[in-house]
């Protein structure tokens, strides 16, 4: 079985979440704190304008971009959600209850959004995709709140199963059951991770639900639009939600307060599995403990190498994505032949089922893998990709490649894709290829230290440098920092630190704090 770990690294910017598969990175989640959307949040829109041409709205919810809403993704039930809109606003102080309201018929399936909405109209909405280069994010009117087991979909009574369940048995069995406990006016979508679990387990699981909906109903009473009514748990969390099974091992996090904030909700959804959330407490940063900076580094960028010298070109435009498979090192007197060929296809198939699901690419994605003739390496070719993009929870689709080795895949795009650079320009000579004499950085470095101690009075220092310059500090009988011992009647601590550029150095005090030297 594959081994599963979740790395979270909590900073004041971004919470970082690193999935790893057999200690090898194979997603990315990137979260800005003072993120303004998220898929899955409940906003209270005001339409600001209806695009005929389009069959579209344009939705004003209150953070700066106006969200675009089609006719087709308004949801059957639209006119029942308007008309308990308008009957939640009337009755601000009284409970509506939800279960005895009486749902309106559907909207027709080709109708145009002029004939059910107008400027200024207050509409409920969830976003469906985030806000992708300058587009605003997508929105709908079909509200769902996912859950560990279910989907709740309000407005609706029908219940459906994960296709990805396959038994009939197990089928009607959760269906039964579902009917048997859920409320009026909710419909349910049944996950796959519900396979064979007890009647507690989804009770639990939907009286959240529906308390969720219940909460934003009250919200809704007292909102004016533009106005947020429910925001969707953190990335973490949803991460944590979707994805944790019994083949998780363990889950780190360097944060305290969200350690037993996952602790608590892992113990909620999965009793047995509440001692695999650890608090990483390690001054060294997190992801490069766990090795996962120097796989970022290897796995972002223009070329990423496969093994034996084959590596892939990877490039971004603006209407898709192109992969080039290249044999590299393995070139030789041999390399046309048909084995080869399949054998660096088949690497490649593997490495780009984990590229899509690293950088999160969505959209158009055209691979050209090395030509093969014979129709039987093809088809191993096409399962081969359809395997390593099996666990992808993205929706995509795969076409058999052509005679030419060339596939096309095409692959949900709900947000935007993880860029990383892995070439910088150089912050020690900007680009210039050329830097300071390394005596006049010793001789910097010696003024600080004199100025800290002598005027400042600093009864402790730590210097953290580059680790060539930390070898430099330390070399020889009479090292420079022995030097510095004799001369200011203090220790001067040394720090190597990797992630510092060649000149790079910083002050610390015993609280671990930096010295500011402006």
């Known amino acids: 079985m594959v081994s599963k770990e979740i790395i979270i690294d909590v900073s ?13 990175l194979v997603e990315l989640h990137r979260e800005v704190t003072n993120r303004t959307f998220s898929v899955g949040d409940v906003y209270l829109g005001k339409v600001r304008r209806i695009h005929s041409g389009m069959n579209a709205a344009f939705v004003e919810v209150g953070q700066g971009k106006d969200a675009f809403l089609h006719y087709l993704d308004l949801g059957p039930q639209l006119k029942s959600l308007m008309k308990f809109s308008k009957m939640v606003a009337q009755q601000r102080d009284k409970a509506i209850p939800f279960e005895k309201f009486e749902l309106e018929p559907d909207i027709e399936k080709s109708g145009k959004m002029s004939a059910v909405l107008s400027p200024n109209q207050p509409i409920l909405v969830q976003i469906a995709k985030e806000p992708i280069s300058t587009k605003g994010p997508k929105i709908t009117s079909e509200i769902s709140l996912a859950g560990r087991f279910v989907v709740l979909v309000p407005f609706s009574n029908r219940i459906s199963v994960s296709q990805k369940i396959r038994t009939q048995e197990e089928r009607t069995r959760l269906k039964r059951l579902l009917m048997s406990i ?22 639990a699981d939907l009286n ?24 969707e748990m953190d990335r973490s969390a949803g991460m944590i939600r979707d994805l944790v099974n019994d083949a998780f091992n363990s889950i780190y996090v360097n944060s305290e307060e969200l350690f037993e904030e996952l602790k608590g909700y892992i113990k909620t959804i999965f009793p047995e599995k509440s001692d695999i959330v650890k608090l990483y407490k390690s001054k060294k940063n997190i992801f490069e403990n766990f090795g996962i900076d120097l796989q970022i580094k290897t796995a972002f960028g223009r070329k990423v190498t496969i093994k034996e010298g084959s590596y892939l070109i990877i490039e971004h435009t603006e209407a898709m994505h192109v992969i080039d498979v290249n044999s590299g090192h393995r070139s030789n007197k041999n390399s046309e032949s048909e084995d080869h060929a399949l054998q660096t296809n088949l690497e490649a198939a593997r490495e780009i089922g984990r590229q899509l699901r690293l950088r999160d690419m969505g959209g158009i994605i055209v691979v050209d893998f090395i030509d093969m003739q014979n129709k039987n390496h093809r088809k191993e070719l096409f399962d081969a990709l359809r395997d390593a993009m099996k666990s992808d929870k993205a929706k995509h689709t795969i076409l058999p490649p052509t005679r030419f080795g060339l596939v096309q895949i095409t692959r949900q795009r709900v947000r935007p894709e993880i860029d990383i650079k892995t070439v910088e320009k150089c912050p020690s000579c900007g680009g210039s290829g050329e830097i300071r004499a390394s005596i006049v950085l010793m001789d910097e470095i010696e003024h600080h230290i004199r100025y800290l101690i002598r005027e ?34 203090m220790w001067i601590r040394l720090n190597a630190d990797a992630s510092y550029h060649f000149l790079e150095y910083h002050f610390f005090n015993k609280a671990d704090d930096e010295i500011s030297l402006n």
Do not use: C, M
Not at 12 to 24: C, G, N, T
Not at 217 to 223: D, G, K, S, T
Not at 463 to 476: D, E, Q, T, W
């Open 12 to 24: 004041p910017a971004e919470v970082k979440i690193a999935l790893l598969e057999d200690k090898r």
């Open 182 to 203: 859920k409320p009026n006016n909710y419909g349910v979508i049944i996950r796959t991770v519900a396979e064979g679990k007890k009647v507690a387990e989804l009770v």
């Open 208 to 231: 959240d639900l529906t308390a969720k909906w219940e909460k934003i109903v009250r919200n809704l009473q007292a909102a004016k639009a533009p106005a947020v009514l429910h925001h």
């Open 456 to 489: 400042q009075n600093a009864p402790y220092l730590r210097l953290s440098v580059h680790p060539f310059i930390y070898a430099y500090l330390r070399k020889g009988f009479w090292s420079a920092q022995q030097k510095w011992y004799r001369l200011y009647k």
